[in-house]
């Protein structure tokens, strides 16, 4: 018969060896400026390099958007690869905008024109990029005709009445800045006569005649 070991219920179960201390917490590095990665997280202003203070100001005067114009000029690089043209129109797409201003770049194909027109109440400065165009403009005291070739600068103040053509064998670019930006283009008979009468009306004030006038909004020169 075999032989029954009485179990010692009294037996204390082997404890598991205590873990050795942690080693006592180090002090945390300090950063040179005393900030650190998540102690500034979302707030961008904290570290200056983050906080950009080489951006241009916003021209306000005719002398800052001229020397806009001829910055984005310049930058061929910027405008250059957006260039399109189109055989049924000028073609333009907006380059920059602003408080109180735009920037628009313009292509014209032998041919083009804008027509005579104003730019209602906004006025601005254009040069010529590529190739060269035709300004023909009308005033009370009578008609006048320049070529625009690229590195000058046309300026143009509110009521101001012109045409632009491209009269040339070559296509042509060029860069407009309106201010404000441009929401009205009011478009003139071609007769000469009918431009001078409207030139007449519009001399010293910024609306144009209802009567000679056809209003076109939201076209661009």
């Known amino acids: 018969m075999p032989r029954l070991r009485k179990r010692n219920r009294d037996r204390k179960r082997a404890l598991p060896a205590a873990p050795a201390p942690l080693p006592a917490p180090r002090p945390s590095p300090r950063w040179t400026d ?68 735009e920037v628009w770049l313009l292509s014209w ?27 023909r403009s009308l005033t009370a005291g009578g008609e006048g005709s320049r070529a625009l070739a690229p590195g000058g600068l046309r300026v143009f103040s509110t009521g101001y009445l012109h045409e632009m053509v491209n009269a040339a064998l070559e296509p042509a670019v060029s860069i407009h800045l309106y201010t404000p930006g441009l929401v009205e283009m009011n478009q003139y008979p071609v007769t000469a006569p009918a431009v001078a009468e409207a030139a007449g009306s519009t001399a010293g004030d910024t609306a144009a005649d209802p009567a000679a006038a056809d209003p076109e909004r939201h076209r661009v020169h």
């Open 34 to 101: 005393g900030l650190s990665d998540v102690s500034i997280a979302g707030d961008p202003l904290a570290f200056p390099h983050l906080a950009r203070t080489d951006l241009p100001v916003h021209p306000t005067t005719l002398g800052g958007y001229a020397r806009l114009v001829r910055e984005i000029a310049a930058d061929r690089d910027r405008w250059e690869p957006l260039v399109r043209y189109d055989a049924l129109t000028r073609w333009y797409a907006r380059l920059e905008t602003g408080p109180g201003y």
């Open 109 to 135: 194909l032998p041919g083009q024109s804008s027509g005579f027109h104003d730019h209602g109440r906004s006025s601005g400065v254009m040069t010529v990029v590529r190739g060269e165009l035709t300004e």
